[in-house]
């Protein structure tokens, strides 16, 4: 019998230092229509294609739920009893016993990033511009660029016209090539409001010379708006010039010293993968392609600017060891900085060694490689 735990515990356990993981087993439609804010959503259905990467430790503290005595949550804690895992508990009537306990209920998806983009904005005074103004300032031909700050098949769905794709951290890294002349307007935009508030801000804080601005509501208000997006574009930025690249470390270290990036050695994190007491989580926060073309063996891919946008799809476990893994450094350090003030306790850059980046590793090429789990049986 999985042992139950009161909303009220869970509660106190989410505000300690120990790691934890609370996750909804409810499908990802229920899930967005209300959940605790800390909830990562692991539906029942995409267990065992997912748990390996979100769960890399099968000791860490699992708490269950789903709505009240609905019984997803004890079908899900057999299923990963199973898979290995050895400290289950359930969320004492779900949802429900949340909301009698005190707590509330948030709707969407990615709710602490999204609300920490809000903060962002707030913080630092995020400047931006409404769509109007920006398609004035492209019919009268002035001097600007519009960069997307979305992955790949987001923006080649549609775009502004005009846009180049650079997604998330990949900003900081590229932009000095895409606009050179300190004179030319860089927007940042995505499909609404949170990566075009995070991109915007990654430049300003590396102190790029250019003014920076997010497109407000940016490709659903551009729309809304009455304007046309492109469709299939194929507009991407290329990697950095050595010039550009220059630019880029000197812009990293200065946000890694204003916002304490911690660096960490191939020993050290080697000898964190042995810590049976600690999970680890090793994301190289690259492109894809620069990803599957070679990467630290057992190494997730989470694009920098997505892990941001979307945590809670990458790192389920609160308090773990996060270590992010770029051998130009430019992209992990944006990273950092940004999990750092979402209050994440343990996140480190991998500092490159060797010729590749990766000395001292194995490495390998490819996807993904799968997590191996016995065969579930209902």
Request: with cysteine.
């Amino acid at each position: 019998m999985t042992n139950r735990i009161s909303a009220a515990t869970v509660q106190k356990r989410l505000l300690e230092t120990s790691e934890l993981a609370l996750l909804d087993v409810r499908e990802q439609g229920v899930h967005f229509q209300g959940h605790p804010f800390f909830a990562c959503s692991l539906p029942l259905s995409h267990i065992e294609l997912r748990v390996g990467s979100l769960l890399p430790r099968r000791s860490t503290p699992l708490i269950l739920l789903d709505n009240e005595d609905e019984g997803l949550a004890q079908r899900a804690a057999a299923k990963l009893s199973v898979l290995g895992y050895t400290d289950v508990s359930i969320l004492e009537r779900g949802c429900a016993g949340w909301r009698a306990a005190g707590g509330e209920l948030f709707s969407g998806v990615n709710v602490p990033s999204k609300a920490f983009g809000e903060f962002v904005e707030h913080r630092y005074h995020t400047p931006r511009i409404p769509a109007g103004e920006l398609k004035a300032m492209i019919d009268r031909g002035e001097k600007l660029v519009i960069l997307d700050s979305r992955p790949f098949d987001e923006y080649h769905r549609m775009n502004i016209p005009g846009g180049v794709d650079v997604p998330g951290a990949e900003l900081a890294y590229r932009v000095h090539d895409l606009a050179p002349q300190a004179d030319t307007l860089v927007v940042v935009n995505c499909a609404g409001r949170t990566r075009s508030i995070i991109g915007c801000q990654s430049l300003r804080n590396a102190g790029i010379a250019n003014q920076v601005v997010a497109l407000k509501d940016g490709t659903m208000g551009w729309e809304l708006d009455g304007y046309a997006c492109e469709r299939g574009s194929t507009r991407i930025a290329s990697a950095p010039s050595g010039e550009g690249y220059a630019k880029a470390r000197e812009g990293a270290q200065r946000v890694a010293q204003r916002f304490q990036v911690t660096f960490v050695t191939s020993e050290q994190v080697q000898g964190w993968a042995k810590d049976a007491t600690r999970s680890l989580y090793l994301l190289d926060v690259r492109t894809r392609a620069e990803f599957e073309q070679m990467h630290v063996a057992g190494s997730r891919h989470a694009p920098g600017g997505q892990l941001v946008q979307a945590t809670d799809e990458y790192i389920a476990v609160r308090n773990a060891r996060v270590v992010l893994i770029d051998p130009q450094r430019v992209r992990s350090i944006m990273t950092a900085s940004w999990l750092n003030q979402m209050g994440l306790n343990d996140v480190f850059v991998l500092e490159p060694s060797g010729t590749d980046g990766f000395g001292g590793w194995q490495v390998e090429s490819g996807g993904e490689a799968p997590a191996h789990y016995p065969e579930w049986k209902s």
